[in-house]
């Protein structure tokens, strides 16, 4: 008989198919593997590949020679993988997954081959296969890349209290109640912490659903709800999606009044998002005599502002007049207004501004919808609103304006503008005149000391924040910094700068926390500044003197203007969010193939290191990338304990700058050009109009096919902090894969692999870390001394917002709003969500 036709009588159909799907994937990586080798990477793959074509033409003939070759390449591959990623499990899996069911498929597949290999030996190596295979994916649902408590864990402290008594008007914010929420971070100085303990470690297990309010508000495109409510008295004060003003009984979240400024989707920026609003009470002397409400104004053309009263609702057990407005919700519009409403009654204030609200965008020139957007709630600082607002990133050069202004709390008059392009103007800009366009913007939450009258500014960029080369010395000077502004002239008190001449979008996205920081000269009124870099810094807050250890070191330059790029960049010494620079051994995927092509990307792409510049004839990579470090989220600080919580991102940014040509030809212009929905994320395909250059961002650095992210997990995490000194506590991954998955789908694993996050913590006095923020729509409770998960509960929709908790008939409330997030992929909703211990419980 022939050898082939001995092949062909020794060969099944099942090694037929195997064999050629084995030699599919040799082939892969032969060309990629060659490839990857002659842009410097990694030699594996080629050799493998060798190895594999050399396999599947053997076990194509039948000939055990084949499967004697793949378990060479297997232990060969296993032992590279040791070498490469020594105990870092997430490294393993693209290495050994694939090969490993292969392998396992090839056993059972041995015994009719045309040497058999014994059923019993074939079905041993199988079933070793198979256990190895069942241990690492039970592996997988371990913690990995957490870190455990170093050292003695801070003990709590005396109560914290206020060095100085603040202004009457602004007590509320600076000192609330225990039991109240009075400002986005609970008070002025957007701590993040609760002194209620009702709610700790031994008992939280039991915590329940209390109550769940509906809002009704979902858009369709571009969805998101990340508001924090605010709890004063009795009552609850939200926002939605589209900033309808809401007040809810704070007992059982029935609905009270609402107000709905009817904000047009038109108006919405790359996510509907109002993260809270303010409260502002009257002083006595100020209360102005009058008609207590007024219809709303007419604004553009949409129809008059319906106020809807629920029609059990009664008004807050409160002091003061109802219905007087001296008690009052100030809100900031997508549609870019400044809206005040009586808290008692949701009628808007008559007396402020026009009929209840402002038009922040008189003074600066032409608008369109969407470009202007005010989506954190104004700091209110002795009597005056400070706000700033979003600009439309990633445009035209000459944005609309970035000025800070600063209204009359209760008449709604402009008391002044910083328009760093017109330090000299105090007020509207003179006649024919505007504010300057393209000027770095505050789109975050601010941060207000009313006992230094200074409010503290995380400043954005200027407009189009890939290319340097237009911007002005003075943009240069505040642009990516916390400015501190006098509220008594609206003139920069100091600023301090992180990143010099910024082209990666690192502006500030973290309110800043007021805190008394240890010296030995004592404690310092100081004020923590976390940012998208990671870096954390601690600054006098009278004098904008850093307290903390920095260091200058060298960056890479060059990019498309070498000229624009500093050689140094400050690094804090103090702490760090951030991880090593990004090496190929960190490229990932489900499969070999896909990490090959990472690992390919990565080579052909400009890195080197932190601050790598933007370029046009390749790509470049971000580490960490625009939404990388702390974002606006925040963090939250345990004064009693000394400790500060931060979540924070870990992703790359995969860039590419697009000339203006091929831009046009493309079709990417500004969104008032562009009819239907943006779509995507904030940089994917963003024209930059007034530059040379379009910009491509990859946020995440996803594969264009199976949508996985192209580095290693985690993508996110949680750390603990020791507020004296700097050092880690504890880190931990932060989010499951519940929601992650290839080609988009969510796999429902529980498995924490530490994934992206927006939204803040809260901490509590009794010991514990409340938090959603991550894509896998779960809330947790977080123990504060171990870092571990002490209570988590399944939320209807994407919970993309700091909760917040309070206290009323003797009961802790934990309250969060789950309305998804349409940049970070989590289902739409409208849920408000409460929980508590059950009656008798705590």
Known sequence: MSASLESRRHRSWPLSIFSILLLLLALVFVAGGGWLAALGGSWYYLLAGIGLLLSGIWLWRGRTAGATTFFIVFAATLLWTWWESGSQYWRWVPRLGLLTVLGFCLALMM????????????????????????????????????????????????????????????????????????????????????????????????????????????????WGAETTPLKIGDTLYLCTARNQLIALEAASGKERWRYDPKVPDKAIPYTAACRGVSYFEVPAALSAPGPANAGPAQVGPDAPSPVQATASATPATVSGTAGSCQRRIIEGTLDARLIAVDADTGQPCAGFGDHGQVDITV???????????????????????????????????????????????????????????????????????????GTPNMWTTATGDDELGLVYLPMGNSAADYWSGSRTPTQNQYATSLVAIDVSTGKPAWHFQAVRKDVWDYDMGSQATLIDFPTAQGKVKAILLPTKQGDLYVLDRRTGQLLTPSEERAVPTGGVEPAQRAPTQRFSLYHTLRKPDLTERDMWGITPIDQLVCRIQFRRASYQGFYTPPESARHSIEYPGYNGGSDW????????????????????????????????????????????????????????????????????????????????????????????????LWDRPFGSARGNGPFGIRSGLPIEIGTPNNGGPVVTAGGLVFIAAATDDLIRAIDLQTGKTVWQAKLPAGGQATPMTYEIGGRQYVVIMAGGHHFMETPAGDYLIAYALPDGAG
């Open 633 to 728: 989220g925040s963090v939250a600080v345990d004064p009693r304990r000394g400790v500060i919580i931060a979540n924070y991102n870990d992703m790359p940014n995969y860039n590419l700058l697009v000339p203006r040509a091929k831009a046009d030809k493309m079709g990417w212009a500004p969104r008032e050009d562009v009819r239907g929905d943006m779509g995507g994320a904030e940089g994917a395909g963003d024209p930059q109009v007034g530059t040379p250059y379009a910009i491509n961002v990859n946020a995440g650095w996803r594969l264009p096919f199976t949508q996985l992210l192209c580095k290693q997990p985690p993508y996110g995490g949680i750390r603990a902090i020791d507020l004296a000194s700097g050092r880690t």
């Open 363 to 437: 003074g600066m020139g032409k608008t369109w919808p969407g470009y202007v957007s005010i989506t954190s709630p104004p700091a209110i600082v002795r009597g005056v609103i400070v706000t700033g607002h979003q600009v439309l990133d990633g445009q035209r050069r000459d944005a609309p304006s970035g000025v800070i202004q600063g209204y009359d709390a209760v008449t709604g008059q402009l008391r002044w503008a910083w328009d760093m392009e017109h330090p000299d103007w105090t007020g509207a800009p003179p006649a024919g005149q505007s504010w300057a366009r």
């Open 111 to 222: 015994p009719s081959m045309q040497r058999p290999v014994a059923r019993g030996i074939s079905r041993a190596i199988a079933g070793v296969l198979a256990l190895l295979f069942v241990v690492a994916f039970a592996l997988a649902f371990v913690p990995h890349g957490v870190t455990a408590a170093e050292g003695a864990f801070p003990a709590e402290s005396a109560p914290d209290v206020a060095a100085a008594a603040a202004p009457p008007a602004a007590a509320i914010t600076d000192q609330p109640a225990d039991s109240d929420w009075t400002a986005y971070g609970r008070s002025n100085a957007a701590r993040r912490y609760s002194p209620l303990k009702q709610i700790d470690r031994d008992n939280v297990k039991q915590l329940r659903q209390a109550w769940v309010f509906r809002t009704g508000d979902i858009p369709e495109q571009r």
